[in-house]
């Protein structure tokens, strides 16, 4: 158990609707990192957000967004959803950005879309 | 970013000493070495990280090479449960503090 929590666990959802998950970062944690894992293939980074603010971004498109809340949780939001959408999104959470910080998974959402 | 180089996959008998090889020539000095495993599409569990000295936590021991260029992950004891893909990642020193997953190894303990 890491303390990250992802909901939901699952989710089915519709070519060209739009999805919202969420992420409960670990106590004290301020940084929250998406990632998403196709089948088969490593996580990739989508964004990261420090103190509320985006810190950082993979090569996704814009329909691709995110949000921070007080508290450090955080949304992913992905909007006009596509078949190629249908991965493993993760959640990781850090203290701070710093390259000898630890992030720790949450279990992730399975998203799949028809 | 800099990019590692892992085998495809690896076995190991359980109760044996798991021998994880990474390499990464083109670290930068400040850049650290992580290592991550991933069981049956959970989520990623952070195992150790280091920078250049080796390093040893209750889960893995980490070797770093004196030129930095390649490391080892070291489970001393496999048990089944060690059977998981493995990412060996360098993390950058600038900007947003991201992991580049690779592929990893596939590591299978076997009775």
């Known amino acids: 158990e890491t303390g990250v929590t992802q909901s939901p666990t699952h989710l089915i959802k519709t070519r060209g609707q739009q999805v919202t998950l969420r992420c409960s970062s670990q106590?004290?944690?301020?940084?929250v990192s998406w990632y998403q894992q196709a089948l088969g293939q490593g996580p990739q980074f989508i964004f990261q957000?420090?103190?509320?603010?985006?810190?950082g971004r993979g090569n996704f498109p814009p329909r691709f967004s995110g949000l921070q809340f007080p508290n450090y949780s955080s949304e992913l939001n992905v909007n006009a959803l596509e078949l190629d959408d249908s991965a493993l999104y993760l959640c990781a959470s850090s203290l701070g950005g710093g390259p000898n910080t630890e992030a720790f998974f949450g279990q992730g959402t399975r998203l799949t879309v028809v | 970013d800099a990019k590692t180089t892992q085998p495809t996959s690896m076995d190991c008998a359980e109760g044996r000493a798991a021998n994880l090889p990474c390499n990464h020539s083109?670290?930068?000095?400040?850049?650290?070495v992580y290592w991550y495993r991933q069981i049956h599409s959970q989520g990623p569990q952070y195992i150790i990280h280091?920078?250049?000295n080796n390093e040893t936590n209750e889960m893995a021991s980490l070797i770093i090479t004196e030129d930095r260029k390649s490391s080892t992950l070291i489970l001393p004891h496999a048990t089944l449960r060690d059977t998981a893909v493995y990412y060996c990642?360098?993390?950058?020193?600038?900007?947003?503090?991201?992991?580049?997953f690779g592929q990893g190894t596939r590591l299978t303990i076997n009775p």
């Open positions: 106590s004290g944690h301020n940084t």
């Open positions: 083109t670290i930068s000095g400040n850049e650290y």
């Open positions: 990642i360098v993390r950058v020193a600038q900007g947003a503090q991201k992991l580049v």
């Open positions: 280091g920078l250049k």
């Open positions: 957000y420090y103190r509320e603010e985006e810190n």
